[in-house]
């Protein structure tokens, strides 16, 4: 238990369904990441939000909005998902996204399968 | 040449031996490293963090960091069917961001 915890951990949706993923930290971090990991192929980062304020966006796809509320709580909203878009998909936080010798810790992650 | 590599294995050794983890990575002024271990199906979980060159010891764990050869290992000594698993090494950027390598996957034989 890392004290970051997500839901669902499994999800099934059509292309045309809309979803979210919920990821909560209880660490008192500042800084929450979602991932991407696919078959075969290393953990890719989607987002970063330091202090609620996005701060990376890795060229995802607009079907996937990332939200933010506070720092504890981070959305991953999905919209018209695609096949290729199954994968396990990760949260972590960390105390701050822009210091050097910050340590992420992860979630159990959220598998998603789209049909 | 792609940021953090690592050999994807399977690497296997006996119950009892050494296992050895490398990982080598691109950017030159990286100034933090981490091993993740990470079971099928779970997600990854911190082992080590290494800041400074040379060794860092923690249990049965040996993290080794040579930033000239851009460079960092993990030891595994007595070596158990438990520690069988994926290791994914990770490499941060001066802005923050972790880059993950493939991951090498570890097969301890009884």
């Known amino acids: 238990e890392t004290g970051v915890t997500q839901t669902p951990r499994h999800l099934v949706m059509g292309m045309t369904n809309k979803k979210s993923l919920k990821c909560e930290q209880h660490l008192g971090h500042n800084a929450m990441y979602w991932y991407k990991q696919s078959a075969k192929k290393p953990l890719e980062l989607m987002f970063v939000?330091?202090?609620?304020?996005?701060?990376e966006n890795n060229s995802v796809p607009s079907r996937f909005s990332p939200e933010c509320p506070n720092s504890s709580h981070l959305f991953l909203h999905l919209h018209t998902l695609q096949p290729e878009d199954s994968a396990l998909y990760l949260c972590a936080s960390s105390q701050e996204a822009d210091r050097g010798l910050n340590t992420q810790y992860f979630g159990p992650g959220t598998r998603l399968t789209v049909l | 040449q792609k940021e953090v590599e690592q050999n994807s294995g399977p690497l296997s050794v006996p119950e009892g031996a050494i296992a050895s983890l490398n990982c080598t990575y691109s950017d030159r002024v990286s100034q933090s490293f981490f091993w993740y271990r990470q079971y099928s199906g779970k997600s990854p979980e911190l082992i080590m963090s290494?800041?400074?060159?040379g060794d860092k010891e923690d249990g049965r764990f040996t993290a080794q960091l040579n930033k000239a050869s851009q460079y960092v290992s993990l030891l595994i000594r007595d070596s158990q069917p438990s520690d069988s698993a994926t290791y994914l090494c990770a490499v941060m950027r001066s802005q923050g961001n972790l880059i993950f390598g493939k991951g090498t996957k570890l097969s301890v034989k009884p």
């Open positions: 939000y330091n202090f609620k304020e996005q701060t």
């Open positions: 290494i800041y400074s060159n």
